[in-house]
């Protein structure tokens, strides 16, 4: 397939591995020139808290917090040169965009410092994030496709926590507390994944 053909070009496509994580999102991509596109995700992030997967998560990156749940969305602009002219001959080169508004409400959690004593805790976040991502196609199909990227961004957190109550015996209803707290935090992000999905040129206008 030229060049020529991919202009004016929409990708629909799910990212698989994502789902591993309890993140369900759908992306359509639309290329407005040979050597730019557009991208678009809308999503959202289920708390997966003692599920196996979340279990298997946190036993390989020892990390991991899964009680957090909303929506997700990313914008993206990339860079669509076929073995380009970099070091890593990537296929693309995207700049992402991310806004994450996540929360729990009125979870439990023990105190890490005396045992034995509970709090009961509601919070929410937001969550922006700039990255940049490396993708190589798998795949090429005219209709299907896959692909697969690595990349790194920052991520700026601003949380409020409320506290609203605590207790001692694992009971964290014993006294109300409704103590609000604020937090800006700064996380560093590591994107590895792929693209699967179906491709479609647009018609031409008249």
């Given at each position: 397939m030229t060049q020529a053909l991919l202009f004016k070009q929409l990708f629909v496509y799910l990212l698989p591995f994502n789902f591993l994580v309890g993140e369900y999102s759908l992306g359509m991509q639309y290329r407005f020139h040979?050597?730019?596109?557009?991208?678009?995700?809308?999503?959202?992030?289920?708390a997966i808290e003692g599920s196996p997967q979340a279990e298997l998560y946190q036993d390989v990156m020892r990390q991991g917090a899964f009680y957090y749940s909303g929506p997700v969305a990313k914008l993206s602009v990339l860079s669509l040169v076929p073995r380009g002219p970099n070091p890593l001959r990537t296929d693309y080169n995207q700049l992402e965009l991310g806004y994450r508004y996540l929360g729990f409400d009125s979870l439990d959690f023990m105190d890490e410092e005396e045992a034995g004593k509970m709090f009961n805790i509601t919070e929410r976040m937001h969550a922006v994030n700039v990255s940049w991502k490396a993708g190589y196609i798998i795949i090429p199909r005219e209709v299907f496709e896959m692909?697969?990227?690595?990349?790194?961004?920052?991520q700026m957190r601003f949380k409020e926590t409320t506290v609203n109550s605590y207790g001692y015996n694992f009971d964290a209803h014993q006294f109300d507390k409704n103590e609000?707290?604020?937090?800006?935090?700064?996380?560093?992000?590591?994107?590895?994944?792929?693209?699967?999905?179906?491709?479609?040129?647009?018609?031409?206008?008249?």
């Open positions: 040979e050597e730019w596109a557009a991208d678009l995700t809308f999503g959202y992030q289920d692909n697969g990227f690595v990349g790194f961004g920052l609000t707290t604020n937090a800006l935090q700064f996380v560093p992000l590591f994107h590895a994944g792929v693209k699967i999905g179906l491709k479609t040129r647009l018609p031409e206008q008249p």
